[in-house]
């Protein structure tokens, strides 16, 4: 076989299955399947081409190669835009909304993606096309792909706070979880509900960072998106008192939130809440800077 056709293949082959890797649907139903599946194979295959067509195109002194990976980077770009517009489509229609920052999150993420397959088919290429073995490139391209997706995997909840049970009571038409007040709930059919069937839990920081991303409001929004979405949500679209809302405690830096939810099991709710992402727009580090560790000591 042609040593650049044996290259090329080997590294569509190995990004392409990387991208594979990469796609599925979970409790978000995001991509959709099989419709949303097939649009991101399709991207990822391009990406794998572009990133093993750069090595022969490079070996043969075809240096406009390079001009067709900063194209291929600005592609992936408006794939994130593309990403973005069709969740804030479709998220005025949820119960309870994923908000803008967590869409921006899940965009990034598909992007990022595509740049793992072609990395991936780079690494593979280069190997097989500086080795001539076709097996050690696609071990060479299995290792690339390991590395950076590991290096992609962000936190959760559960790696920067504790997620405890808490208690809910009413002060007047007072929603109070934990002394912290939630909203007003006027009728009283709707408070006798929540006083027995709702759960709540309180959310504590490990320290100063947790503090600090957890006070983010987009951060916030995800929590409930995620825990509605996998307890159920007892409510319909004229029922705002039932719509999980996280609030802050603003002397301890706790967050509280209580949802009346379909499967209301309280360790399930705890489940869904550490295994919440934690968005990159909402991570903050002030223990990282002088001023912050002074400020915490």
């Known amino acids: 076989m042609d040593k650049y056709i044996q290259t090329i293949l080997a590294g569509i082959i190995m990004g392409g299955l990387g991208r594979l890797l990469l796609l599925r649907a979970d409790y978000r139903q995001y991509p959709s399947y099989p419709r949303g599946y097939v649009t991101h194979m399709v991207l990822g295959i391009i990406a794998a081409a572009l990133g093993a067509i750069a090595v022969p195109a490079l070996a043969a002194k075809e240096y406009t190669a390079v001009t067709f990976l900063a194209l291929a980077a600005q592609q992936f770009r408006e794939i994130r835009s593309m990403e973005r517009e069709s969740l804030e489509k479709i998220d005025s229609s949820e119960l309870v909304p994923r ?11 598909f992007e990022a993606r595509n740049y793992v397959a072609m990395v991936t088919a780079l690494v593979t290429g280069l190997t097989v096309y500086t080795t001539g073995k076709t097996y050690v490139g696609l071990i060479s391209g299995l290792a690339a792909f390991i590395l ?61 960072n947790g503090i600090a991303t957890l006070g983010n409001l987009g951060q916030r929004q995800a929590i409930q998106h995620n825990a509605a979405v996998q307890l159920g949500i007892r409510k319909d679209v004229d ?32 489940q869904a809440i550490k295994r919440t992402p934690v968005l990159e727009s909402s991570k903050r580090k002030p223990l990282d800077s002088p001023a912050g560790r002074k400020a915490a000591d």
């Open 239 to 270: 029922e705002p008192e039932f719509t999980p809302i996280a609030r802050r405690n603003t002397e301890s830096g706790d967050v509280v939130m209580a949802i009346f939810s379909l499967e209301p099991d309280i360790e399930c709710l705890i």
């Open 148 to 208: 950076i997706g590991r290096s992609l995997k962000g936190q959760v909840i559960g790696d920067i706070a504790a997620v405890v049970e808490a208690e809910i009571a009413f002060e007047g038409p007072l929603l109070l979880v934990d002394g912290v007040i939630i909203m007003n709930v006027g009728l009283a059919s709707s408070r006798e509900k929540y006083l027995k069937r709702a759960i709540a839990v309180r959310i504590v920081p490990k320290d100063e």
């Open 99 to 109: 908000g803008p920052d967590y869409i921006e999150d899940i965009a990034k993420t």
